[in-house]
């Protein structure tokens, strides 16, 4: 007889004890998952579940007309994806809008046939042909776009992130809810199957309650990121300026090319690495909780001391920080840390840690590891040759697939607002030096002190 010289059982009752306890801890782990993904704060439920608007119903073989609003270097490549697509997903590119006659042309030519080309996206929503729109437009257009597109009866996929400010994205979500359209964001991460398997696995209660999470997204730019090319082509009469500034924008240049080209690097259009690489991150990681959540605190800390602006002759110093990181708490008691930079490209692995396991995440794997105390009663896993991987051609079929079935795309409104709550939220922290309170029952914001606070929009802050 094999005796524990610990506990003084015999080996089959180690065995009986070890399967009870690994049983217990998978029950409690699921229990524990299931009282996560309860919605404690009764927030309405934005889906594609309610009654839609105007707009033909699209049956499964009909084929999909859509518009894209901003052909600059992302719309363009939505383009080529989207025209690739064409036969496989039964789609269309019928309309083209863009300010500047040079995009709308080039556009023109990828696409072929009887596109129709605007320079007012208001004109292209008029055109009752069209099922649905692609928006990649700067920043500070894509709510605006996104409610009107919705409210003349189209379906929309716009560009991450889904809004400039926090205010806005509630209108988005607000309107999604009141016309029923499919709304995607454009943060193809959430379309990479180890992301969803992630999900599965915490959901499941495999890695029991959830404790951290990290990610990051990195670059070094040594001339500064987003200092792209200024076409000469681009001269004051080009383009409608005011247009493109819109109704909104405080701090209002006059027609400034570099505004243009490299609009990232300035606070009035913009987060900068918040609007721009962090929901490259947050999206996939607030997905892979398996029950995404509002967030109710966060704290943010940018820096910008390597100046590499300075590299690019003629280019002002940008508003936006070059390195930032962020912390964010769920009422579940998780806790996510992303960081992002465009001086550094050396990153944090992707991992979501859990009382009784560990997720790691990378490539098309997802590997799952035991913590050392419960390494008796939970099984190593490796899930491998996960697909597809990140691709924009997989996210605009999964949008399209969904118009189709009325099913909720990958990155529905539910986690486009929540991750744009984290991101206006961090917004306001680094830029105020304030960790940011959100009551998501009542939608409005506190400071540490329990002060009430306004939420940032145009005109808050300078510039803006």
């Known amino acids: 007889m094999i005796v524990d010289s610990f506990m003084h059982k015999t080996e089959s009752q180690v065995s009986a004890g070890v399967d009870s306890r690994r049983s217990f801890l998978k029950k409690a782990a699921v229990v524990t998952a299931a009282a996560a993904s309860t919605n404690l704060f009764k927030t309405p439920v934005y889906g594609q579940t309610t009654a839609p608007s105007t707009g033909r119903v699209i049956g499964a073989n009909d084929r999909i007309a859509v518009g894209v609003v901003g052909v600059g270097p992302q719309g363009q490549l939505h383009v080529d994806k989207m025209k690739a697509g064409a036969d ?13 006659e040079k995009r709308r042309l080039l556009a023109k030519e990828k696409i072929g046939g009887d596109v129709k080309l605007y320079d007012d996206y208001r004109k292209m929503l008029e055109n009752k042909d069209l099922d649905a729109v ?4 700067v920043d500070h257009w894509h709510a605006r776009v996104s409610v009107d597109s919705m409210k003349a009866g189209k379906h929309i996929y716009v560009e991450k992130p889904m809004s400039r400010y926090l205010g806005e994205a509630f209108e988005v979500a607000d309107t999604v809810k009141a016309t029923g359209k ?6 193809q991460g959430c379309s990479d199957a180890k992301w969803h398997k992630a999900a599965e696995l915490v959901r499941a209660g495999s890695i029991g ?3 951290l999470g990290q990610g990051s997204y990195m670059r070094n730019s040594p001339k500064g990121e987003w200092n792209y090319t200024i076409d000469p082509d681009l001269k004051a009469g080009s383009v409608n300026w ?3 500034l819109g109704p909104n924008i405080k701090t209002r240049a006059d027609f400034n090319a570099d505004h243009f080209f490299r609009w990232r690097n300035y606070y009035p259009y913009c987060a900068g690495l918040l609007g721009d690489l962090f929901p490259h991150r947050l999206h996939p990681l607030v997905l892979a909780t398996g029950s995404p959540e509002f967030p109710i605190r966060v704290a943010a800390i940018g820096t910008k001391k390597i100046l590499t602006d300075k590299n690019t002759p003629g280019t002002p110093i940008r508003d936006v920080p070059e390195c930032l990181t962020l912390i964010a708490e769920f009422p579940s008691g998780y806790s996510l840390m992303v960081c992002s930079s465009s001086v550094n490209e050396q990153g944090l692995p992707d991992i979501i840690r859990g009382h009784i396991a560990t997720l ?6 997802v590997e799952l590891r035991p913590e050392r105390p419960f390494t008796d009663e939970i099984d190593p896993e490796r899930f491998d040759g996960l697909q597809p991987v990140e691709d924009i051609g997989v996210h605009q079929a999964n949008w399209l697939s969904c118009i189709r079935t009325g099913k909720a795309p990958n990155a529905d409104i539910d986690i486009a607002l929540k991750v744009q709550t984290i991101v206006s939220l961090g917004e306001m922290s680094d830029r105020l030096g304030i960790t940011c309170h959100f009551d998501p029952a009542t939608r409005t914001l506190s400071d540490g002190a329990g002060k009430k606070l306004d939420p940032v929009t145009y005109g808050t802050l300078k510039p803006s």
């Not at 499919?182 to 943060?187: I, K, P, R, T």
Request: aromatic residues 12%; hydrophobic residues 50%; negative net charge.
């Open 209 to 211: 309650p959830l404790v």
């Open 360 to 365: 790691y995440i990378g490539g098309n794997t």
């Open 88 to 100: 496989q997903n039964n789609v269309a590119l019928a309309a083209v809008c863009d300010l500047w």
């Open 134 to 137: 692609l928006c990649a437009t």
């Open 242 to 244: 005011n247009e493109w």
């Open 182 to 187: 499919v709304f995607q964001v454009g943060s």
